[in-house]
């Protein structure tokens, strides 16, 4: 009986330590998931784009409309896309808000680092507006092409130039879908 009731006690003790053990292990992993989860909630969607620059997405519009291209530069408020058109390549300018779907998103993600990442999009418009640039202004609604006559602070005006008498539409920044070269 002395020769097996010391081994009986190691074996239980085993036991006891490799079921301690292996809770220790599922507590541990349970953590890093919860902490992993965590890390991913507090990661916003332009910080997984600002890492797809230089890469090629499919971003789909609230309309349904889907454009493809490469990503060329971000910002909190918008994503540049240079797609492809019938003239060759044309810069996509999209609303954060826009977005219904991205297409093509990688799982990493690059905070922003650029001064340029608080630039709205009243700020790219004026600069469309400054240098008379012809724009096709999409919305659900339709779209409207010309050039931009004035920008405000939460709307453009698209002066329709190809028609017999000048049309101006005045948009508001809510109804953009996307601001594309024309």
Known sequence: MTGRGPARWELLFADLEARFEAEEVAER??????LTRAEQASIPL??????????????????GEGLEGTVSRVARAWV??????????VQ???PTRALATVVGLGRSATPSGAMTDGLGLGHVLRGLQRDRARVLVRTAGGSVTGRIGRVGADHLDVE??????????????GAVLRVSEA
């Open 160 to 173: 329709e130039a190809d028609r017999a008498r000048q049309v101006v539409r005045t948009v508001p920044f």
């Open 80 to 89: 540049l896309l240079d797609g492809h058109g019938a003239r060759g390549r």
């Open 92 to 94: 996509h300018l999209v």
């Open 46 to 63: 332009v910080d997984r784009l600002r890492a797809a620059s230089g890469g090629v997405l499919r971003l789909e519009l609230l309309d």
């Open 29 to 34: 992993e349970g953590a890093v998931a919860e």
